[in-house]
Nanobody, 123 residues
Framework: VQLQASGGGLVQAGGSLTLSCAAS????????IGWFRQYPGKEREGVSC????????YYTDSVQGRFTISSDHASNTVHLQMNDLKPEDTAVYYC?????????????????WGQGTLVTVSS
């Protein structure tokens, strides 16, 4: 299983970034794909995910209304559009895959991790 993350970078507060996660080696339609983030010295927390089985979507409260997740079944890629970014969104974001949204909702280790991508929001 490979989860290839891309799209991180440096942006000013109020700006936007889109993270992408390209999945291979798994049955894309059978998985929930999403993102965790990790602050220095902290545990990873579930940010958002989308179920490719039934379309269920989860956002953690702090990003609700600012982030939008979508899934492209033609390319097996999940995108996370992040708008109105804040300095507190600065973290390493990890693409991941699991069978349910529970892992994201309760910040539990998912079945698979991708590599992280750094998002830095300057004030």
């Amino acid at each position: 299983v490979q989860l290839q993350a891309s799209g991180g970078g440096l942006v000013q507060a109020g700006g936007s970034l889109t993270l992408s996660c390209a999945a291979s080696g798994l049955a894309f339609d059978d998985y929930v794909i999403g993102w965790f983030r990790q602050y220095p010295g902290k545990e990873r927390e579930g940010v958002s995910c989308i179920s490719n089985m039934d379309g269920e979507i989860y956002y953690t409260d702090s990003v609700q209304g600012r982030f939008t997740i979508s899934s492209d079944h033609a390319s097996n890629t999940v995108h996370l559009q992040m708008n109105d970014l804040k300095p507190e969104d600065t973290a390493v974001y990890y693409c991941s895959a699991d069978r349910t949204v529970v892992a994201y909702r309760y910040s539990l280790p998912p079945d698979y991790w991708g590599q992280g991508t750094l998002v830095t929001v300057s004030s």
